[in-house]
């Protein structure tokens, strides 16, 4: 099955599946491996705990290593915050 909204997206989700990760959502970030792409969610394991994540939230996604996993970049709200 296609996801007809994003096609594209979905299939470059699907090359990134069992890879470290960082998924942007629009409620914040995620990070840990992604362990299944379905049509209109994505599984992400992090620390221990699967997150449910709708591939309509999902504002970006991006390859990381094992160490970047332990980095958190702030937040939008701190990085403005800061300046």
Not at 60 to 68: D, F, L, M, N, R
Request: hydrophobic share 40%; aromatic share 10%.
């Amino acid at each position: 099955m296609e996801n007809m909204n994003d096609p594209y997206f979905y299939r470059a989700l699907q090359s990134l599946a069992g890879r470290d990760i960082a998924v942007q959502t629009v409620r914040g970030s995620v990070r840990g491996r992604l362990c299944s792409v379905l049509p209109d969610h994505v599984l992400v394991q992090s620390g221990g705990a699967p997150f449910f994540i709708r591939t309509q939230q999902i504002i970006w996604a991006v390859p990381i290593s094992a160490k970047q996993r332990m980095y958190k970049p702030p937040s939008f709200g701190e990085f403005v915050e800061g300046n």
